[in-house]
T-cell receptor, first 109, second 115 residues
Framework: DQQVKQNSPSLSVQEGRISILNCDYT??????FLWYKKYPAEGPTFLIS?????DKNEDGRFTVFLNKSAKHLSLHIVPSQPGDSAVYFC????????FGAGTRLTVKP | DAGITQSPRHKVTETGTPVTLRCHQT?????MYWYRQDPGHGLRLIHY???????DKGEVSDGYSVSRSKTEDFLLTLESATSSQTSVYFC??????????????FGQGTRLTVV
């Protein structure tokens, strides 16, 4: 059973606009949520996280929102840049860490 | 960069042979994970460890075993490799700080091809 779901395999946005990546989870025991960015032939790298006791965390151009009642989180990137083009994974942790299938973001100049 | 090294980085093996992948860390983190990455599935947890000799199964553990005899090393063994185990394997490490896990740091990955 996939406990973390990213239903959009791909997203394309124009440079300077907002990118919104979405993630849903099913396990209410998850208490920490993370976003990772991955380039080809490299391991994922940590981007931003949020604890279940918060509903928003911001770091520069990146903001993560958590809606616990809906079991939904999202990553906002503003403004989007071509260098943001990568695969983004949502992850959730309790005793272990589970990942979604990823969303490939393409930012067009 | 976190000190985490996977070996080998690439391997081609024949169906039915045993294969062991190694993950080595220098961060003294308690938690270590093995994931596989496949198109359309993202990263799926195979096994994880929460201490020396303490391991547990993940989402896709069938056909895999792990061992952790030292804090720094976490071994993943494919007991009898099959073509369905052709994948990219990632090791990750993290720590628990009381209010939750730290972000996981990943190795560079091992590309395994079973022919």
């Amino acid at each position: 059973d996939q406990q973390v779901k990213q239903n959009s395999p791909s997203l394309s946005v124009q440079e300077g606009r907002i990118s919104i990546l979405n993630c849903d989870y099913t396990n209410s025991m998850f208490d920490y949520f993370l976003w990772y960015k991955k380039y080809p032939a490299e391991g994922p790298t940590f981007l931003i996280s949020i604890s279940s006791i918060k509903d928003k965390n911001e770091d520069g151009r990146f903001t993560v929102f958590l809606n616990k009642s809906a079991k939904h989180l999202s990553l906002h990137i503003v403004p989007s840049q071509p260098g943001d083009s990568a695969v983004y994974f949502c992850a959730a942790s309790a005793l272990d860490m589970r990942f979604g299938a990823g969303t490939r973001l393409t930012v067009k100049p | 960069d976190a000190g985490i090294t996977q070996s080998p980085r690439h391997k081609v093996t024949e169906t039915g042979t045993p294969v062991t992948l190694r993950c080595h860390q220098t961060e003294n983190h308690r938690y270590m994970y093995w994931y596989r990455q496949d198109p359309g599935h993202g990263l799926r947890l195979i096994h994880y460890s929460y201490g020396v000799k303490d391991t547990d199964k993940g989402e896709v553990s069938d056909g895999y075993s792990v061992s952790r005899s030292k804090t720094e090393d976490f071994l993943l063994t494919l007991e009898s490799a099959t073509s369905s185990q052709t994948s990219v394997y990632f090791c990750a490490i993290s720590e628990y700080r009381g209010v939750g896990f730290t972000e996981a740091f990943f190795g560079q990955g091992t590309r395994l091809t079973v022919v």
